[in-house]
């Protein structure tokens, strides 16, 4: 079936990862790398971070949480001092693409796990910065936060509301997430996924899937 619309996560797709960020403050802090990871793979859709970016929980009790979380693994660290690592750096050739995209006739969407901290969609820590953010994101045809809509990803659910919000099939839609396991319902929908690991190989590999013989210019 040919592709009509391209679905974007938002963090780690559109910007650089947290995880990335996630690492840099774990070798100041002298911790094991990916003791973040570590922290949140552990009961991964009812644990401090889970539930935050449900609106489940308010960031103090997150911070709480996520601490005896750390804890309960051997690591001490605030939930406070990983949500300042969140908001990453923009990529300026994924907005671009953002824009060919649209030049071509293509719905876009943006489905993001995000947490009611911060400012604005990106959780940005500055007011320019999120102003970056928004531009960016009414750019979009349309855009679910699971902060706002109570679903997060990896539930089959918030892409389908995605689908329906766009009036699309699941089988018209690529989708980009830099997380395997939120790329999986994507395709167990029909959705053909993208799992980005670098911006060259992502654009090329989009490319691909939407045929596009110009290449993106």
């Known amino acids: ?5 391209v679905i974007w996560d938002f963090g780690g797709v559109i910007t650089s990862s947290p995880f ?4 840099r403050m774990e070798e100041e802090r002298g911790m094991p790398i990916n003791s973040v990871r570590k922290i949140n793979a552990a009961d991964p859709d009812s644990n401090a971070w889970a539930k935050f970016e449900r609106s489940e929980i308010n960031a103090a009790e997150f911070d709480t949480l996520f601490a005896e979380e750390a804890r309960a693994v051997g690591v001490e660290l605030r939930g406070s001092d990983v949500l300042a690592c969140l908001s990453g750096d923009i990529r300026p050739r994924m907005v ?11 719905a876009i969407g943006c489905i993001t796990n995000n947490v009611p901290a911060g400012k604005g969609a990106g959780m940005a820590g ?3 910065k999120a102003a970056a953010i928004a531009e960016i994101m009414a750019r979009f045809d349309h855009v679910i936060e699971s902060s706002k809509v109570g679903v997060r990803k990896p539930d089959p659910r918030i892409y389908e509301m995605m689908c329906d919000a766009l009036e ?3 089988t018209a839609c690529v989708y980009l ?3 395997g396991i939120n790329c999986k319902p994507a395709a167990g929908l029909g959705m053909a996924a993208i799992k980005v690991v670098g911006e060259d190989k992502a654009l090329v590999d ?3 899937v939407l045929e596009f013989e110009d290449g993106w210019v």
């Open 1 to 5: 079936m040919n592709k009509t619309t």
């Open 206 to 208: 989009l490319g691909t």
């Open 96 to 106: 671009e693409a953002l824009d060919i995209l649209k030049s071509k006739g293509f």
């Open 177 to 179: 997430d830099d997380l």
């Open 168 to 170: 699309v099939e699941a």
């Open 20 to 23: 990335d960020a996630f690492n």
């Open 126 to 128: 500055s007011a320019e």
